[in-house]
């Protein structure tokens, strides 16, 4: 399950892959300003044309002078419905630039993550990606209109000051409430909002947990105990969101109630201003509307605060794993070599998995020559996948080197090199699309010749060509509906497509039977051919395909020889 952790504010200014699209959508975000601003002066015409027909034209008769009134207010609205369509408009297109840099520079660095440092769950992963709507939420409309109606404050009152003199008193008094109201609650809002993003975080992990193995659920009646998890992870999250909405609603509330006592405020004392001869009808009600409007973006500000909170929540856990280091060379981009041999060694590496507390490798040393075959075998966890997922980059060493061609790894580019190693991993995982999307992943200039070439000799083919839409049929999910020999056959394909110098395939034949592995040895020796082999295996039949053996035991390198004397020495020692 997910865990929600501390992370620190960031201290300076904004990270930039926040303020790279914010800056480029800026011209945007000045039209949608100077559009809210008009909407502001359109309102203060709409309580002076109030004003005016009260005092002048109602008294007067003066229905010519209505008309011309009308006309003009007329006008007034229709460009005030213009310029709220446009500033939406401007908004939501920004809104969407601003969300589409941001989650492509996002998704880039969640594949470029280093998996030594650790990771989240991936339902905590995906549900962190999400996040990105409440930063663009932020620089939403509701957000630019708050801010540009907090300055026209002073204008409408200054409009208040000059049409009723003294009423302007009643919302100057009001408004200091309102802030402090807004301001004394948003220690609280921040904790809050941490938490609840925290625990939302937690719920989506126990979601997509559990929708990835509703197989293992099912098959191990673990339906109850997944419920239980739900259960607390739902009360978790409706408990906090439950007291942020509290606790946001309180000054919201305090907002809404301090506009109505300015409006009732204006009319009671306004009755007064009437009988002293201070102040018309019309001027009672030009003041009641504008004391709303004065009061109004006060309750806007505790929604703003709110938002604040929630925005400042979500950039803090997104530029934590934004600033997490990539894999591939600290500097630079990396060596990316045309041509690789395929001479492999490792030199005293130890390795250990994040928060495991024994190493997975010690002191591991060997070589491999270019075009040399090689098995690694042992007992489960002596380290040989480990030493596969090492050589393809997936995890640094701990220390110690691994190199290609006489080159650290760690100065290649990852890309390069996995681009020149075809690895079959124990998880065969096949991606939602084709087969033919599959089976070229990484790989999609190749041409159709080179795809059916590689299907042929892991023989998948076989069963691809019975099918009617033969490559194009498109897979479900992590390949469902394909047995597991089928999806290991294809993940060979995608392993020896483009024809690799080196190829790592970690139990070829798991899946298959002893029948369909004797004709796949027999087509994986020709394309074995002038290639370098590591081979990871249980499997006696498999030694057959190489010219050494190296036995894992424990993390450490036990044997090293030809097939032949690795099985005689430990034939040897069983028998002792």
């Given at each position: ?337 045309s041509t690789i041999e395929g001479a492999i060694e490792f030199r005293d590496v130890d390795f250990r998995y994040p928060g495991a507390a024994e190493l997975a490798l010690s002191s591991v040393s060997f070589r491999i020559k270019a075009g040399e075959h090689v098995a690694l075998i042992g007992p489960v966890g002596s380290g040989k996948s480990t030493i596969a997922k090492l050589l393809i980059g997936l995890y640094p060493p701990g220390s110690g080197l691994i190199m290609v061609d006489g080159t650290d790894v760690r100065q290649l580019s990852p ?162």
């Amino acid at each position: 399950m997910y865990q929600q952790r501390e992370v620190e504010e960031p201290k300076g200014r904004i990270a930039e892959w926040l303020s790279g699209p914010l800056r480029k959508n800026r011209s945007l975000y000045v039209r949608v300003g100077i559009a809210a601003a008009m909407i502001n002066l359109f309102a203060l015409i709409v309580a002076l044309f109030t004003m005016t027909v009260y005092d002048r034209v109602v008294p007067n008769n003066a229905t010519e002078s209505l008309v011309g009134l009308t006309i003009g207010l007329a006008f007034v609205l229709l460009f005030d419905f213009v310029l709220k369509m446009l500033r939406s408009y401007f908004v939501d297109v920004a809104g969407a630039r601003v969300d589409r840099d941001i989650g492509r520079t996002i998704f880039a660095r969640i594949l470029a993550m280093r998996l030594d440092l650790g990771r989240r769950s991936t339902g905590g992963l995906a549900g962190l990606v999400r996040e990105i709507e409440t930063l663009r939420d932020f620089f939403t409309s509701a957000t630019l209109t708050t801010l540009v109606d907090l300055p026209f404050i002073i204008i409408t009152l200054t409009a208040i000051a000059l049409i009723g003199g003294w009423l302007v008193l009643v919302p100057l008094v009001l408004i200091p409430l309102v802030v402090l109201a807004a301001l004394a609650t948003q220690p609280v809002m921040r904790s809050l909002a941490s938490r609840t993003l925290g625990e939302a975080l937690g719920k989506q992990a126990v979601l997509v947990e559990t929708i990835g193995s509703l197989e293992t659920v099912k098959s191990a009646n673990a339906g109850k105990l997944l419920e239980r998890r739900w259960d607390a992870a739902m009360k978790g999250h409706s408990q906090a969101a439950l007291r942020q909405r509290l606790t946001s609603n309180m000054s919201i509330n305090v907002a809404g109630s301090a506009q109505t006592m300015a409006y009732t405020g204006i009319v009671i004392f306004g009755v007064f201003a009437i009988a002293d001869q201070r102040l018309t009808m019309g001027g009672l009600i030009a003041c009641s509307i504008l004391a709303g409007r004065a009061v109004a973006p006060l309750g806007a500000i505790a929604n703003l605060l709110t938002r604040i909170n929630a925005a400042r929540t979500a950039y803090r856990q997104i530029n934590e794993l934004m600033e997490q280091p990539q894999e591939g060379p600290d500097t630079g981009t990396g060596l990316t070599p045309s041509t690789i041999e395929g001479a492999i060694e490792f030199r005293d590496v130890d390795f250990r998995y994040p928060g495991a507390a024994e190493l997975a490798l010690s002191s591991v040393s060997f070589r491999i020559k270019a075009g040399e075959h090689v098995a690694l075998i042992g007992p489960v966890g002596s380290g040989k996948s480990t030493i596969a997922k090492l050589l393809i980059g997936l995890y640094p060493p701990g220390s110690g080197l691994i190199m290609v061609d006489g080159t650290d790894v760690r100065q290649l580019s990852p890309q390069a090199l996995r681009s020149k190693v075809g690895a079959l991993l124990q998880d065969n995982v096949l991606l939602t699309g084709t087969i033919r999307e599959n089976i070229l992943l990484g790989r999609e200039d190749l041409p159709d010749d080179e795809m059916i070439r590689a299907a042929k000799a892991s023989l998948a083919h076989n069963f691809i060509a019975t099918m009617p839409n033969g490559y194009d049929v498109r897979l479900a999910d992590r390949g469902e509906g394909l047995s597991g020999g089928q999806r290991q056959a294809i993940a060979m394909a995608r392993a020896l497509v483009g024809s690799p110098p080196i190829l790592v395939f970690d139990e070829p034949t798991s899946a298959v039977d002893t029948d369909t592995e004797a004709r796949l040895m027999a087509n994986l020796r020709n394309e074995f051919e002038g290639r370098t082999l590591i081979v990871i295996t249980h499997r006696p039949s498999l030694l057959n395909l190489v010219d050494r053996v190296i036995l894992m035991s424990r993390g450490r390198v036990a044997m090293d020889g030809t097939p032949e004397s690795i099985t005689r020495d430990v034939a040897r020692i069983g028998a002792r």
